[in-house]
């Protein structure tokens, strides 16, 4: 439904802003790229930040 929809992409900005501002523009630009490549969200993330995913979303989480 359009409210189920309306908080997904709410959440997905959310962890994307957390993202940029916790690990700059350029690491997120390198996470997508390496997803480009076939790497899972994980793996790139860890690739790229050092963090593992479940670190990175326990931080997000304490964010919002």
């Not at 523009?25 to 995913?53: C, K, P």
């Amino acid at each position: 439904d359009t409210e189920h929809a309306r908080i997904s992409y709410a959440l997905a900005l959310s962890a994307v802003d957390f993202l940029i501002q916790r690990f700059t523009i350029v690491t997120t630009r390198n996470i997508l790229f390496n997803m480009g490549e076939g790497m899972s969200f994980a793996e790139s993330l860890t690739h790229n930040s050092g963090y593992s995913f479940s670190e990175f979303n326990r931080m997000w989480l304490e964010s919002i």
